[in-house]
T-cell receptor
Framework: NAGVTQTPKFRVLKTGQSMTLLCAQD?????MYWYRQDPGMGLRLIHY???????AKGEVPDGYNVSRLKKQNFLLGLESAAPSQTSVYFC??????????FGPGTRLTVT | GENVEQHPSTLSVQEGDSAVIKCTYS??????FPWYKQELGKRPQLIID?????GEKKDQRIAVTLNKTAKHFSLHITETQPEDSAVYFC????????????FGKGTTLSVSS
């Protein structure tokens, strides 16, 4: 039972490049979330999903897209990376109204 | 939308003292309030949570209180130990469905021995 995993762990992008972050969970959770964490800013919700095929915007959705084609996977895409998207990205999953379990994080640097 | 304010941003205590972290929220529809602990370089982990139909919850040295009328909730850690040193985040659900969380900006707790 791996819990929540994230791929990759680290990535460096140049401005304007695109990439996809993958989150996978093996706990059969309905809900999945993407957060970004910046120093002094806490965890900010980017997008979330309450089930396969559904997504919703969080606090800071601009510049990101998501897809939930399979219940166990939640993908976060950056179409044209900007330096302001340099951050640590955390994925999480949960049952409805229950504890969120976080992945180990992806450290992204955009130069 | 929901807004969560957390204070203080840093807190230093001596081992054995108590520590209190306070949060306020803006959306009266919020009904789930978890607290997460994050050690340096690690992922956040839940330490305690409380729902809106409960005023207080305790788990060993950790307790959380909720005042729905005033829209604030607090984390209390008694008999602090050096291993309690970490960043603590409060959060509030964004609606009655509890579908997602809005987090406070965090409190860095330092416990010195």
């Amino acid at each position: 039972n791996a819990g929540v995993t994230q791929t990759p762990k680290f990535r460096v992008l140049k401005t304007g490049q695109s990439m996809t972050l993958l989150c996978a969970q093996d706990m059969n959770h309905e809900y999945m979330y993407w957060y970004r964490q910046d120093p002094g800013m806490g965890l900010r919700l980017i997008h979330y999903s309450v089930g396969e095929g559904t997504t919703a915007k969080g606090e800071v959705p601009d510049g990101y897209n998501v897809s939930r084609l399979k219940k166990q996977n939640f993908l976060l895409g950056l179409e044209s990376a900007a330096p302001s998207q340099t951050s640590v990205y955390f994925c999480a999953s949960s049952y409805p109204e229950m504890e969120q379990y976080f992945g180990p994080g992806t450290r992204l640097t955009v130069t | 939308g929901e807004n969560v304010e957390q204070h203080p941003s840093t807190l230093s205590v001596q081992e054995g003292d108590s520590a209190v972290i306070k949060c306020t929220y803006s959306d009266s529809a919020s009904n789930y309030f978890p607290w997460y602990k994050q050690e340096l370089g690690k992922r956040p982990q839940l330490i305690i949570d409380i729902r809106s139909n409960v005023g207080e919850k305790k788990d060993q040295r950790i307790a959380v209180t909720l005042n729905k009328t005033a829209k604030h909730f607090s984390l209390h850690i008694t008999e602090t130990q050096p291993e309690d040193s970490a960043v603590y985040f409060c959060a509030a659900s964004i609606n009655q469905a509890g579908t997602a969380l809005i987090f406070g900006k965090g409190t860095t707790l330092s416990v010195s021995s």
